[in-house]
């Protein structure tokens, strides 16, 4: 079974400065997709980033991007120029490529931007 | 597009009442989920249909827990009776078949008293 695991709870950055939340997987899969989500207050899980595992090259949108080591499972976010708006829970999650479609979600990250 | 629209968005009901949340996925996508979170287990599958066929309900905790899908744009999650521990936020998500992101919904914040 894939697992996906999020080791710090809590993070905090200083407004514009540059923060990275790490993330961990598990599986025998050779190919998949893995995402980050952010959950502000409002609850909503908004999609922040997508990785394929075949795409050597790391994912990137906008003050958002993805350090992707397919060897040692590690899929870690940067935020570039913390805002305000950026604090919020985060989520990592797995999906395979072909067969069941259904997310794995890690433990998530609670991250407070210090103004 | 108005996105995966969820009701309602909070409920509170009493232990042993039946508790119907309802889902529309986005208009086109064929692969509709339910996930709960609680603090104790985070976010979790409970089932998820592709062109409205139930594939995977292995999470779906009990008896008590029923999930329909009678139409491409509508869904229900049934629980009947309703416990004390079923007080969880419960999403829908929804994708296109080939295309890798799920859309949530705002989600049902369910309380049981």
């Known amino acids: 079974a894939q697992t996906v695991t999020q080791s710090q709870p809590e993070m905090s950055v200083q407004e514009a400065e540059t923060v990275t939340l790490s993330c961990t997987y598990d599986?025998?899969?050779?190919?998949?997709?893995l995402f980050w989500y952010k959950q502000p207050p409002s609850r909503q899980m908004i999609l922040v980033i997508r990785?394929?595992?075949?795409?050597?090259q790391n994912a990137t949108e906008n003050r958002f991007s993805v350090n992707f080591q397919k060897a040692a499972k590690s899929f870690s976010l940067k935020i570039s120029d913390s805002q305000l708006g950026d604090a919020a829970m985060y989520f990592c999650a797995y999906r395979r490529a072909f067969g069941n479609e259904k997310l794995t979600f890690g433990t998530g990250t609670r991250l407070t931007i210090i103004p | 597009d108005a996105g995966v629209i969820q009701s309602p968005r909070h409920e509170v009901t009493e232990m042993g009442q039946e508790v119907t949340l309802r889902c529309k996925p986005i208009s086109g996508h064929n692969s509709l989920f339910w996930y709960r979170q609680t603090m104790m287990r985070g976010l979790e599958l409970l089932i998820y249909f592709n062109n409205n066929v139930p594939i995977d309900d292995s999470g779906m905790p009990e008896d008590r827990f029923s999930a329909k899908m009678p139409n491409a744009s509508f869904s229900t999650l049934k629980i009947q009776p309703s416990e004390p521990r079923d007080s969880a936020v419960y999403f829908c998500?929804?994708?296109?078949?080939?295309?890798?992101?799920?859309?949530f919904g705002q989600g049902t914040r369910l309380t049981v008293v």
């Open positions: 990785q394929e595992a075949y795409k050597q």
């Open positions: 599986t025998s899969e050779s190919d998949y997709y």
């Open positions: 998500a929804s994708s296109l078949r080939g295309r890798a992101e799920a859309f």
